[in-house]
Structures are given as C-alpha cells and as structure tokens.
C-alpha cells in the first residue's frame, strides 16, 4: 500500500543547480499535484496535471516546470534554484474530487 | 489580505477537552470545505468534507459551515494525545479540481 511516494526525501541545493523531484502514485488517480508548504503560508498549488498528458499552472508556478510522465508519474523540476524556493515541496493525487492523497513530502533548501 | 485565514496557534489542551478549530475566508464562491490533519514531517490527511452549510459528524469529529459569515469550524471532542498534530481547513469553488485554497494550519497539542 505504497500509495504516493516521493523522492527525494531530503535534499541541499546551491543557487543555480538544477533538480528534478519525483513523484508516483500507484492508485490508478487521473490527477496530480504539486503544492510547496512554507511557514505562515499554508499550502499553495505549484502545477497540476488533471490527466495524463495535460499540465496547467497553480497560485506560485514561476520558476518550477512538471512533467507528467504517465499516469503514475509527476516531477516536477527547478531549473535554477533560489533561495525563494527553500520549502517543503508535497505531491498529491486524486480521482477526480477534493479527497487529495499527499506523499509524505520533500524538504528542500537552496543556500 | 489571504482568502482563508486560520489562527497557527499553537492551541494546547488537556487531554479530554473539548476542541475548536476555526476559519475565515473572503470569497463568496467556495462550496466545498475540508479539514486535513498534518503529523509531523507527514503530508496531509482528509479528515472531514462538507458541501455547502451545515454540519457534518464523524466520530470525535465534527465540521460545521456557516456560509453567511464565511466561517468553518472543526469541533473535536474527547481530544486525545494522538490528535496532536496541525488541521488545515481547505476550500474551492468548484468540484473536482483538487485546485484547494489552504490555511496556514493550526498546530494543536493534547496534553496527557
């Protein structure tokens, strides 16, 4: 019962390195998510994939880009990393309703 | 100003007490309202949806909705220590989107 699963778990970036965050769900869901969580901010919705083959931005979707590889796969990339985007970063799925199923999340730091 | 605002506390109990959990939104056109419940270095959980007004009961677990002053609450009663944890109240306009405005969560400890 894997359900979502991302990678890395933790992770340290300089300024301007690139990286891709990996998620899979294994729950057959049509969606998928990408929210960051910072403190005093709650969660805010970087991309979403409504179905395979289709991606559209979220609230804070500068400097990030997704892929939706298949079904089951979600990434979600930082070209050049900053210091805005230390967080920590969440993938979600969903069949199609407001029941999200998180990952267990990624913490990220860029220095 | 944020669309939803929610108190970070942190609230701390007893165990036993009677808890309540609040947000505030601006915008007239949320329908659906959630709660998720947030472990330490854990993502979120779904623990209540209601539609609309109302009242909705699950167990300890109770979730109102009061759409005339834009205003939702989680009631938890007979709080244990294992119900410590951050709630999140989320909410969208439209079904079916996942696309969720959240709260900043509140951080809850139920002592023993």
């Known amino acids: 019962n894997a359900g979502v699963t991302q990678t890395p778990k933790f992770q340290v970036l300089k300024t301007g390195q690139s990286m891709t965050l990996q998620c899979a769900q294994d729950?057959?869901?049509?969606?998928m998510y990408w929210y960051r969580q910072d403190p005093g901010m709650g969660l805010r919705l970087i991309y979403y994939?409504?179905?395979?083959?289709?991606?559209d931005k979220g609230e804070v979707p500068n400097g990030y880009n997704v892929s939706r590889l298949n079904k089951r796969e979600f990434s979600l990339r930082l070209e050049s990393a900053a210091p805005s985007q230390t967080s920590v970063y969440f993938c979600?799925?969903?069949?199609?309703?407001?029941?999200?199923?998180f990952g267990s999340g990624t913490q990220l730091s860029v220095l | 100003q944020k669309e939803v605002e929610q108190d970070p506390g942190p609230l701390s109990v007893p165990e036993g007490a009677i808890v309540s959990l609040n947000c505030t939104y601006s915008?007239?056109?949320?329908?659906?309202f959630m709660w998720y419940r947030q472990y330490s270095r854990k993502g979120p959980e779904l623990l209540m949806y209601?539609?609309?007004?109302g009242n909705k009961e699950d167990g300890r677990f109770t979730a109102q909705v009061d759409k005339s002053s834009k205003y939702i609450s989680l009631f938890i009663r007979d709080s244990q220590p294992s119900d410590s944890a951050t709630y999140l109240c989320?909410?969208?306009?439209?079904?079916?989107?996942?696309?969720?405005?959240f709260g900043q969560g509140t951080t809850l400890q139920v002592k023993p």
């Open positions: 979600a799925s969903s069949d199609d309703n407001e029941k999200l199923f």
């Open positions: 729950m057959n869901h049509n969606s």
């Open positions: 994939s409504a179905s395979e083959g289709t991606t």
């Open positions: 915008n007239s056109a949320f329908q659906y």
């Open positions: 209601t539609y609309s007004s």
């Open positions: 989320a909410m969208s306009p439209t079904s079916n989107t996942g696309k969720l405005i």
